[in-house]
């Protein structure tokens, strides 16, 4: 979706590195989503948040942290990245209940 | 883990309907079906849901069993870029913690 907008799309970094990778969208959405995706998996839920103010823990949140900066922003942060955390990354957002719309992905890969 | 289970992979015919099933045994009263595909490894795509009635928008059919213990997802007419990873996921309309389990390959063949 080109609203949802994902920064960087592919990254390489070694471990022990910080990284953040940076959703935004322009549909004025309240609620945005953090997923990875392993080869030949669905995607797992890292983190989401409802609105500003609202952070929660997804299935899969050890070793993430994340920041809702404004309702259109919403950055993942790995603070000390290792390699299994090379994955697809993924962000959503949604109006309230209504489904996700989804980014194209940040490819990282983690040495 | 996913609620739901679906064939690890299907092939269709190009021109021909598509019929994608999904069992979700344990759904409960509150819970609606939902259809995503991923093209590729792009971003998800929703595609429908419905709660126990059938479904239908322009891209797809939805048919939901009278016990709702499982549904079927019809692409009426594939074509070619209809090739897609297919998730179907059980979650609460309200809910919106999507859990994706491996989905369903479709290979459109012409």
């Known amino acids: 979706d080109a609203d949802v907008t994902q920064t960087p799309r592919n990254r390489i970094t070694k471990t022990g590195k910080r990284i953040m990778l940076e959703c935004s969208q322009t549909?004025?959405?309240?609620?945005m989503y953090w997923y990875r995706q392993d080869p030949g998996l669905g995607l797992r839920l890292i983190y989401y948040?409802?609105?500003?103010?609202?952070?929660n823990k997804g299935e899969i949140s050890d070793g993430y942290s994340v920041s809702r900066q404004a309702q259109a922003k919403f950055s993942l942060s790995l603070e000390s990245a290792i390699p299994n955390q090379t994955a697809l990354y993924f962000c959503?957002?949604?109006?309230?209940?209504?489904?996700?719309?989804f980014g194209d992905g940040t490819r990282l890969s983690i040495l | 883990d996913a609620k739901t289970t679906q064939p690890p992979s299907m092939d269709c015919a190009e021109g021909r309907a598509a019929n994608l099933p999904c069992n979700h045994s344990?759904?409960?009263?509150?819970?609606?079906v939902y259809w995503y595909r991923q093209i590729h490894s792009q971003g998800p795509q929703y595609i429908i849901h419905?709660?126990?009635n059938n479904e239908t928008n322009e891209m797809a059919s939805l048919i939901i069993t009278e016990d709702r213990k499982s549904s079927t997802l019809i692409l009426p007419h594939a074509t070619l870029r209809d090739t897609a990873v297919y998730y179907c996921?059980?979650?609460?309309?309200?809910?919106?913690?999507?859990?994706f389990g491996a989905g369903t390959i479709l290979r459109v063949k012409s």
């Open positions: 959503a957002t949604s109006w309230g209940p209504q489904p996700q719309h």
């Open positions: 549909k004025g959405h309240d609620r």
């Open positions: 948040s409802f609105d500003v103010k609202d952070i």
């Open positions: 996921i059980v979650e609460q309309e309200y809910g919106n913690k999507l859990v």
């Open positions: 419905g709660l126990k």
């Open positions: 344990t759904i409960s009263g509150n819970e609606y």
